[in-house]
């Protein structure tokens, strides 16, 4: 059962993610960023992480991709991109999809058996919440409260950068 | 007498400093006047004070020292910042404040309106603050700062009026004469530093009294290194060029480093050093020596001149020269003592001629002076009795100093000593006949006289008082221990005294007959006689002019230091940093851009060109990691 | 399903995001591609956090999701920036780099 869903979810992921890749408007490809965010969440549950599960929601779906979209209304990106691949674009979709058909064929060709080597090692029993904040809490707080310099960081730059020059309100 | 008082000597001319420097801007000029008087004249009540309390003491219990704080420590040596105030720096101090008052209460009048005045005033108070250092200090280390604060004030003093280029020139020919002599005190500090572990003068004269017999001489370099750095401040031969030149200051100013302070360092550095002197009988001789030759050279050098002030310059290289003669015949109190009298006449005539200066409009050329006797009797009357006193005339100062230092001179080093010293005052008696010139004979001058105010008359006034008195010190006549070397309490080398009285007595009436006869024949010569004189001179130009330029010295630098300097200026200058400086930092640059313009072309502006390089290396150092891993 | 699985997975989401990011043109589109590998990166760290080494994995994730907010704050800044300046998000017209 496992099994499956996870095909099935890293069917979706690779389809989401190559979507992103192509799609000529950039809110298609915000929309399916959006897409891939779920499926990735739903992941992380099948590894049995579920407080990350619930943020992948939080703040890439609900906070993140969010911006995107406000971004690419505020810069009223609808209109036909000139040119939208670099290079030719026939090319670039065959042999793109040709690496993934090769990546999916190499993971099943070298798969090791179940419960052999490092590979394919035993599952660990998921750590349970009360542990991730304590070591959150404990061992880990000056990595913690750097990211909150960094976070107000760079909500200060991304005002300077956003702001017309001269422009001090 | 509290040492925690000793302080209040150098903290007013400080103050009144910093006052004047600082705020003098805002100040009227009546306060900054104000302010610089208090600022010596307070220290000037306070050393007055001291020297009662002295004068009654014992003379074992007549020295005041105080430590202020260590200033360097370095194992056993250190330096302190200590004051030291005994009979020496006693009468220092008083010649400093006593004649630095006089002049101070003199520029206000002489340098009212001029546009520097409160830059004159805080100048003059640093002076005299650094001087009173200078005199004060307790090791040698510290007299070196007020000596260098002293270089620095002479300076900027004398470069008073900076827009005239002349006065410029002449404040840095006095700095940098006087770098050559400091080179040699510094040399003798550290000297001092190595081979004694000590800088303060009391431990210095211990050692001079303990010390085996095999340390002279190097107790005779140091001390010989030290009078060099003498030489340069007390403008001796041949370091004394600068001192002429410095007549460019304002005339307060040569008053003040002429009666009252720089000039005299020298001198009292010697008298500070006199038990490390006794210890060296060699270098007394060299001392004496080029005092005499000093002494000789700037009497002549002083005859030719033609600007008022020159001759005074001259004059003083030449008596500071005597002074020397003094202090090498090991009569430290008789060098004193010609210090203490010689800055009172010299001042006094310093003044006195400013105030003649004054009296034509700014005119310093003697060709255009005379008969001014009747326009200003007072300041002639001074600058008369600073005249005789100069040249000797019984019963004013310099009578008493320059016969004892005569007397002192044939005693220790026979009568050839005698004879050249004699003509040394012989001639001193003429350049002083000489001024009689300005003050007799028919008017020379066009134009109404400037008549000075009272405060141009007053100082020099006193100072004639002074030198009229002053020979008092040297009391009682023909004897060893008067009233000033009694104070002073020096211990002198031991004389042979084989000579008797009989023939100081015969001497001193001789002397005080004969120098009087060549005045007197001088003032003659030139007051009736003048245009004859002034023929002769014009008969002589070479000469006249040799004279003048006080034997070509100035040239003779020019020619041994100044040209090879300058060749060695401009090849380094052209050649050295133009060719082979300049092109290594300029090729360094070019390569650098030439560089800069390859490595440019790796720059595409293309963001994924970016991206790819980075991936690239990315995946260059995982290959790199499984590689070194074993992986494949 | 084996770690193995979810290292393949990740690596082919990190190719893909890559590979976006090198082809596509437009400004925006970077800035998701760059969001694809972050997330494949999390998607590893995940699985190592699972079958080898505990809690601490999820403890990155947690540190890079914050980085990965903070970049599309700055990133979708300097985007805005872009446009205003040069009136385009095509990256072949952005050339201020260039030496």
Known sequence: ?169 | MNPDCLWLLLAPPALGFLVNGLMGRRLPASITAAVALAAVGLPLAVALGFLLEMTAAPPEARVVATSLYTWLSDGDFQVRVGLLLDPLAMVMSLVVLGIGFLIHIYSVGYMEGDVGYRRFFAYMNLFVFFMLLLVLADNLVLTFCGWEGVGLCSYLLIGFWHERKSACDAGRKAFIVNRVGDFGFILGILLTITAFQTVDYGELAEIAATAPGDASPIIALMVLLIFMGAMGKSAQFPLHVWLPDAMEGPTPVSALIHGATMVNAGVYLMCRLSPLLNRCPEVLLVIAVLGLVTALYAALAALGQRDLKRILAYSTISQIGFMFVAVGSGMYALGIFHLVTHGIFKGLLFLAAGAVIHTLGGEQDLGRMGGLFREIPAVAVAFLAGLLALAGVFPLAGFFSKDAILWGGFQRFGASFWIVSLSGALLTALYCGKLFGVFFGPRRDEGPPHRPGALLIWPPAVLALGALIAGVLGLPMFAQDTLLSRFLGFASPAVASGQGHELEVIMTVFQGMVIPAFLAASAYLFVRRRRRMEELERAFPRAAAFLADGFGLDKLNALLLATPLRGAARFSARIIDNRIIDGAVNGVGWAAMRAGRLLALLQTGELRHYALSILAGAVALLGAALYAAGIF | MTLYHFLGLGLLLFAIGAAGFVIRNNAVVLLLCIEIMLNAVNLILASFARYLYGAEGQIFIFIIMTVAAAEAAVGLGIVIALHRGHGTLAMNRIKDLKG
């Open chain 1, 1 to 169: 059962m496992e099994t499956a869903i996870f095909w099935g979810l890293s069917f979706c992921a690779v389809a989401a993610a190559l979507a992103v890749v192509f799609l000529r408007q950039a809110v298609n490809g915000v929309m399916s960023l959006l897409a891939l965010m779920l499926v990735m969440a739903g992941l992380y549950l099948l590894l049995g992480a579920q407080l990350v599960a619930l943020f992948q929601l939080i703040v890439y779906a609900g906070a993140v991709l969010v911006l995107f979209v406000l971004v690419v209304m505020l810069l009223n990106l609808e209109r036909k991109p000139a040119r939208p691949l670099l290079y030719p674009g026939k090319p670039a979709v065959a042999s793109l999809l040709a690496l993934c058909g090769a990546g999916f064929a190499a993971i099943l060709r070298w798969a090791p058996p179940p419960g052999g080597g490092p590979m394919g090692g035993a599952v660990k029993p998921a750590p349970p919440i009360e542990q991730l904040a304590i070591d959150l809490f404990t061992e880990r707080l000056l990595i913690f409260e750097l990211t909150s310099v960094l976070l107000l960081a760079a909500a200060v730059g991304a005002i300077v950068m956003s702001r017309k020059a001269g422009d001090l309100s």
